[in-house]
């Protein structure tokens, strides 16, 4: 049977064929395959607006715009060529003789499993779980194709997948162990094993025999054998080798999907209907329809027609079908790179350098190259290389053939220079290049891969023979105006030029007036992208330069001077040295407690079989929802008009506010908005329809009126402006700072912005409510860190009592904070909907929708005033923190306290005093995320201390080092702390990385290099764990034994990737005496374990484990006569014998938690029950043309005491640092002047790819110290590692330094987070910057 989203099939086997449901064609049509046992399902009515998405379980939703991978799954045409898609955007009337393998397709769990399953869950590859399935799909596809791939093609094929968790480093391991060079673990790139480095040897990082440095064990990996791979479906070789030549129509609800089977027959259609566009990869149209509303009625898909395919070589040049894909074109120009001489290749080598970074593989597989050129986007990346090129089109129709040029009045869309309405692109000719002739591409985005382009160009010059006279030029750009730009004009100005420095300086100034961006760009940032116009230009001068030194001899311009501005090639990190503690030897083998055991779903994430929340099948009567939310940042509703909505087929109810039995929520928060909105994207209405298709339908039709109301605030500055603030100022003061200022040396100012950041967990929000006939029963199914405060809200929306409400929690697909408060918003929302039909009801929201509806990690604008002396001792210290709260308090005020307990870091300084407080603006209202205030407010002390380094004239670390807390103190709120294990990450962290080494190396570099400059930085750590209040920190746990002697545990907390029940197994392991097979955890639930904390605060393992060790010391006792009786006994026989004798096989832990409180009016407390300390270094490259960096190495120390299970721990470490990296480099939100968040996917918001890794990563945990308060001493890391992100930042300031410093230009104090290439660019002032700011003073 075929498993479908949100039905009631069998999941485990997938999928799929179809027949067309037209009158045109009578034949059934065959198809895809992908469970273990090849399966062939006829489905009638395939609809063309479905995509295969909407048909799998297995397969995640997470974008559905083929931007994160989550949905990849392996396409087959014909045998042996396979490869990867985005399930979310193939239409499954696409897949016509296609087999179609998906995750489950691969292995099972509960036949045999693939080792890319395999190995991805034990180099502890998965957390959440989410991302996995599509991770592996995209490896065992590229196993598929080369079951021995390089590491280039190994990063190359997951680039395109986005993973919120792990960091992606153990996710590289394991893909690393398939790979031709993963013999040895070349550690730091010297191709050596660590293993073999000598004591001496700088690098070394002191091996211990205590120490490990493996988290699984590569020879236990079953090997991979390609001849035991699924064979192509036989019928499906028949039908390509006898392709059908008749055209199929699919009818669609709305839609026509017609496929000739020939050429001439895809003219004739195309000359019928002429309006209707050819749809190849849809990934252009597909998007567009989804976002932008474009509908087609009728698409004409030409992916059967073999003339659309042919490549041909000639002496010449290359003609390219343009139904080719982009993966197929990259080959082709790769294969004929290596075939030509150099000078005739330069076209395809400029398209190369483009294609490996243009997308991920999955959507360079998909989409085809005319759909690319006739997409014309402005930020292509090809058409400005095909355009300088002197491409030409191949165009055909019925009447005929012609060729056109891709010239820029192409690219402008305009009607002479484009095709005809019947016309379609047949293929394209590119020449090649000549002797003296130069092509270059150039590109700049925010992150290196997979990240659309701020700008890009293409650029060509062609000499005199023999000289450097300027005989040809063309420019074109991508990126700054409504399609690719060509600068013509100054070309033709520049023919005949010598190509010097005058011609250079020219040039600029001529493009600059050409390429003009007048105040307005698609996506803003108009200097920038000015600035990047002529830096381009200025590195292919100097890269034609090299080229000409070599023809010209001698040369007539000196170059030796230039630096040469090659590209980076982003290197697959070698195998990273990881350090844990070895556990005990006398521990018993049997003891898990310390090992780095795999995560308890690991195997299930990586088949597919984990269940999430939208995974659940499809229930009785089932209904869905989807939320209307304002497009208004603060108005008045005027009216609400619903008719048109409720007009539409399949849509049962609108739920408004009026339909809430109980409480809406608060009086300041409403669930559903009632009379006014506070903000764009605050729900003020729910539709709920039969699909989910129909419900988003009638969510458009919706009108509401409103009035507008002032003031509308969106900034923190507009906010103080207007004092408008949501609760009072938090302040901490300790010595006498007015007086502390008098007697310093020297005083700096400062300012620092930190921006926000989206949880972008992979999964979004989610929940299932299922009334129940009796009793006003509710089960929820939610994906929730917090299902009690899902249960108490909807308790009180329904007014219902809590004991009828059931919330279940499964696993979550990451939550970092975004998945406490929230959910019992949707699940509320959801349940009025469920009472009001008495339908089972279910939201899934979009990505869109979710980042606009949720806020995030809330930005930050902090002013410090820091006095010190000129040895670098601080003396005095002022910080005042402001936070945009949003509309709402939700944990704004939580967050300025937890900001301001934290912000003095590991600094002991006499004269401090902290301020902070939370603005109320009309932005959606922001909450918790991981480090809780932490990340953003530290960031201003550690500014603040770079500060102080730039004004004595000494190294950041020195200052650190000078100011860092020494002996055993009391912090800024009076709390007694050891700073011992503080002093030994910092110590072992410079160590380890060869701190004062390599910042010679990084000096002497940044002496030779004028344009390219290094940073390196070491920042230390002191991070408060737990919440700031007693009654948070209890937790619960109920186990049972059962007569055969299994035992089921539940506790409090909840799965969100962390691996909490993996840990609770450990402990329950140990404390039990048991194997960990004996022992199972089924789900979160409020039912069994009533009144839970959220999952938050990096304590859920603490108290957690507390209590299920107290559980099992409980029944442990119990059974303890029992066992004396009988010594020698098995552990199945003592159960029996306790149930015989009514012995109670059940039991409660409990753990009555630390005592924490905080005394605001006397600033003083108790507020946290212990520290993580830790230390990370890293060094960076910037690239000053183009603000571009490249992370050459971290090396992270911490603390993690007696770490319950290492892997698990040093993964949240990882991934809390590649996610603090992210706030603090790429991660940007975007919004309009009226308040809309434009950042409301992958494409615009940047969270780090695996390619953002740094080349060389190192993590160790330090040997163990002990905590008597947590459980084994233990330590809780989820949140910590995202603040040693920041090292990245300050490495990448300190190469910014040296740039102005070199550059003469004075220091600012003005930071800001994220340091995206646009800040790198423009801080690095030099005569380009001069030049736009000239040409803006003078236009
Ligand atoms: C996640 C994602 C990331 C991306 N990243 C990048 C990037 O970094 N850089 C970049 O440059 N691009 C990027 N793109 C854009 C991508 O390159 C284009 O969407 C793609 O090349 C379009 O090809 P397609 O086959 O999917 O076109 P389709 O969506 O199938 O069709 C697009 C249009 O082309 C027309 N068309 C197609 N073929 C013909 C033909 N033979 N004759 C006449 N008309 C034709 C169709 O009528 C339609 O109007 C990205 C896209 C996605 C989804
Ligand atoms: S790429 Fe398909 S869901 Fe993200
Ligand atoms: S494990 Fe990758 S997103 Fe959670």
Request: proline share 5%.
């Amino acid at each position: 049977m075929p498993s479908f989203r949100g039905s009631s099939q069998p999941r485990d086997q997938a999928f799929v064929s179809w027949s067309p449901a037209s009158h045109w064609v009578t034949h059934s049509v065959p198809i895809i395959v992908s469970s273990l046992f090849p399966m062939q399902v006829i489905e009638r009515n395939a609809d063309p607006e479905v995509t295969l998405l909407m048909r799998l379980t297995g397969t995640k939703y997470a974008c559905g715009r083929g931007g994160c991978g989550a949905c990849t799954v392996m396409v087959s045409k014909r045998d042996p060529t396979h490869f990867s898609v985005t399930a979310c955007l193939v239409p499954i009337c696409s897949l016509y003789g296609a087999a179609v393998t998906t995750v489950e397709g691969v292995g099972s769990i509960k036949t045999r499993l693939h080792p890319v399953q395999e190995r991805i869950a034990k180099s502890h590859g998965t957390q959440c779980g989410f991302c996995t399935p599509g991770m592996v799909m995209s490896m065992y596809t590229l196993l598929r194709n080369h079951p021995q791939p390089s590491e280039e093609q190994l990063l190359e094929a997951l680039a395109g997948n986005l993973c919120r968790c792990t960091g992606y480093r153990p996710i590289l391991a394991s893909g690393k162990t398939f790979c031709l060079e993963s013999n040895g673990c070349q550690q730091k790139g010297t191709g050596k094993c660590c293993l073999d480095l000598g004591e001496n040897d700088s690098s070394s990082l002191g091996r211990k025999s205590d120490i490990c440095t493996e988290l699984f064990v590569k020879e236990e990996f079953q090997p991979l054998d390609p001849t035991q791979e699924l064979i192509f479906p036989p019928e499906l070789l028949r039908m390509a080798e006898d392709p059908e030549k008749r055209t199929l129509t699919f009818h669609g609800e709305r839609v026509t999907w017609i496929s000739p089977g020939t050429f001439k027959d895809l003219l004739e259609l195309k000359a019928k209907h002429p309006e209707a566009p050819l749809i190849l990869g849809n990934t252009s149209l597909g998007p567009a329809m989804r976002s932008k509303g474009h509908f087609h009625p009728i698409l004409l898909s030409p992916a059967r027609i073999s003339e659309l395919n042919v490549v041909s070589k000639t002496n010449d040049g290359l003609t390219i079908g343009a139904g080719c894909s982009l993966a197929h074109v990259k080959d082709i120009l790769a294969e004929r790179v290596s075939e030509l001489p150099e000078e005739k290749t330069q076209t395809y080598r400029a398209l190369l350098k483009h294609l490996k970074s243009l997308a991920g593989q999955q959507i360079r597989n998909m989409a085809s190259l005319g759909g690319h050129i006739i997409s014309r986007h402005s930020y292509s990346d090809l058409n400005p290389i095909l355009a300088v090129g002197n491409t030409t089109l191949n165009l055909t129709s019925e009447e005929g053939t012609r060729r056109i040029p891709l010239s820029e009045h192409f690219l402008a869309g305009l009607a002479s220079a484009d095709l005809k309405p019947e016309e379609i692109l047949e293929s394209v000719y590119i020449p090649h290049s000549q002797k003296w002739e130069f092509v270059s591409a150039f590109r700049q985005a925010q992150c290196q891969h997979n990240a659309l382009p701020d700008v890009n160009a293409g650029m060509r010059v062609l000499f005199k023979e023999g000289t450097d006279i300027i005989e040809d030029l063309s420019i074109t750009y991508g990126g700054v105006g409504a399609a690719t730009v060509s600068a013509h004009k100054s070309c033709q100005q520049l023919l005949g030029r010598q190509w010097d420095e005058l011609m250079l300086d020219e040039a600029c100034r001529r493009l600059l007036d050409e390429v003009s961006l007048p105040g307005w760009a698609p996506g803003g940032r108009v200097e920038f992208k000015r600035t990047l116009v002529v830096s381009f230009f200025f590195k292919f001068y100097l890269q034609v330069l090299q080229e000409l030194k070599k023809l010209i001899k001698p040369f007539p311009v000196p170059v030796s001077s230039l630096a040469f501005m090659g590209s980076w090639q982003h290197k697959l990190p070698p195998s990273p040295f990881l350090l844990q503690t070895s556990v005990d030897s006398h521990q018993p083998l049997q003891d898990p407690v310390g090992r780095p055991v795999m995560h308890l779903s690991g195997l299930k994430h990586a088949t597919g079989e984990a269940e999430f929340c939208d995974d659940i099948p499809m229930v009785d009567k089932e209904l869905h929802m989807a939320l209307v939310t304002s497009t208004r940042a603060y108005a008045k509703i005027i009216s609400i008009d619903l008719s048109k909505a409720l007009e539409i087929p399949g849509v049962v109810d609108v739920i408004t506010a009026k339909d809430i039995p109980g409480t809406n929520g608060t009086e300041d928060d409403k669930l559903l908005a009632v009379d006014e909105v506070l903000c764009v994207g605050q729900i003020i209405c729910a539709v709920v329809a039969e699909t989910d298709v129909q419900a988003k339908r009638a969510i458009e039709k919706i009108k509401i009126t409103y009035e507008e109301l002032e003031p509308i605030i969106f900034t923190i500055e507009d906010a103080i402006k207007h004092n408008s603030f949501l609760c009072p100022e938090k302040k901490l003061e300790q010595g006498n700072i007015e007086e502390a200022f008098e007697k310093v040396d020297q005083i700096v100012e400062g300012e620092v912005h930190v921006g926000g950041q989206e949880h972008f967990y992979m999964e979004t929000q989610r929940v299932l409510v299922i009334p129940k006939t009796e009793d006003k029963e509710l089960d929820i199914y939610v994906s929730t860190q917090d299902p009690a405060h899902v249960q108490k809200t909807v308790s009180s929306t329904l007014h219902i009592p809590i004991n009828r409400i059931t919330c279940h929690v499964k696993r979550v697909g990451g939550g970092f904070g975004g998945k406490i408060g929230r959910p019992a918003v949707f699940g509320a929302i959801a349940a009025v909907g469920a009472l009001k039909t008495g339908h089972p009801i279910r939201l899934v929201l979009d990505r869109e929708d979710d980042m606009l509806i949720t806020g995030g990690r809330h930005p930050l604008f902090g002013k410090y005033k820091v006095g010190f002396m000129n040895n670098g001792r601080i003396k005095a210290l002022d910080i005042e923190c402001f936070i945009n709260g949003g509309c709402t308090l939700d944990d704004s005020e939580l967050v300025t306290e937890f900001l301001i307990l934290k912000l003095e870091n590991a600094y002991k300084i006499r004269n401090l005093r902290f301020r902070g407080r939370a603005c109320l603006t009309n932005l959606p209202s922001n909450t918790a995320f991981r480090g809780f205030g932490f990340p953003q407010g530290t960031l201003v002390t550690e500014s603040c201390i770079t500060a102080v380094a730039a004004k004595c004239g000494l190294p950041p670390e020195k200052i650190r080092e000078k100011n860092m807390y020494q002996t055993v103190d009391k912090t800024i709120y009076k709390q007694a702390f050891n700073p011992e294990s503080l002093i030994r990450c910092w110590n072992e962290c410079l160590d380890t990385s060869s701190f004062h080494n390599r910042r010679m190396q990084v000096e002497e570099f940044n002496k030779k290099n004028y344009w390219k400059k290094r940073g390196i930085a070491v920042i230390p750590m002191k991070f408060s764990v737990g919440f700031a209040a007693t009654s948070y920190h209890q937790a619960a746990a109920l186990v049972h034994i059962y007569t055969d002697g299994s035992v089921l545990v539940t506790h409090g907390g909840n799965e969100l990737g962390q691996g909490i029940h993996t840990k609770m197994l450990q402990v329950a392991s140990r404390e039990l005496k048991i194997p960990m097979s004996y022992l199972h955890i089924c789900e979160t639930s409020t039912a069994t374990v009533p009144n839970t904390i959220a999952t938050a605060a990096s304590i859920g393992a603490d108290t957690n484990g507390r209590a299920v060790q107290n559980a099992c010391q409980i029944l442990l006792k119990r059974l303890e006569p029992i066992i004396k009786k009988n010594p020698e006994g098995t552990w199945e026989e003592w159960i029996e014998a306790a149930f015989e004798q009514r012995i109670s096989l059940s039991a409660t832990g409990y753990f009555r938690g630390y005592k924490a409180f905080m005394d605001w009016e006397k600033g003083e407390g108790d507020p946290f029950p212990y520290y993580v300390y830790g230390a990370a270094c890293s060094e960076v490259e910037i690239d000053c043309l183009t603000g571009a960096h490249k992370k050459i190495r971290t090396d992270i120390v911490m603390d993690a005491c007696c770490s319950l299970n290492p892997a698990i721990d040093i993964g949240q470490i990882e991934g809390a640092f590649i996610q603090g990296m992210g706030l603090y480099t790429t991660e940007e939100l975007k919004y309009s002047p009226e308040g809309v968040l434009y950042s409301r996917g992958p494409d615009e918001y940047k969270i780090p790819t695996i390619s953002d890794v740094p080349e060389e990563f190192n993590v160790s945990l330090l040997p163990s110290s002990q905590t008597p308060l947590t459980i084994y001493s233990s330590k809780g890391l989820g949140e910590s590692g995202m603040f040693l992100g920041s090292s990245v930042f300050f490495a990448i300031t300190d190469a910014v330094a040296a740039a102005r410093k070199e550059r003469d230009i004075a220091e600012d104090f003005t930071v800001k987070s994220p340091a995206t290439p646009e800040w790198v660019r423009m801080a690095c002032a030099d005569r380009f910057t001069e030049m736009v700011w000239n040409y803006r003073l003078f236009f």
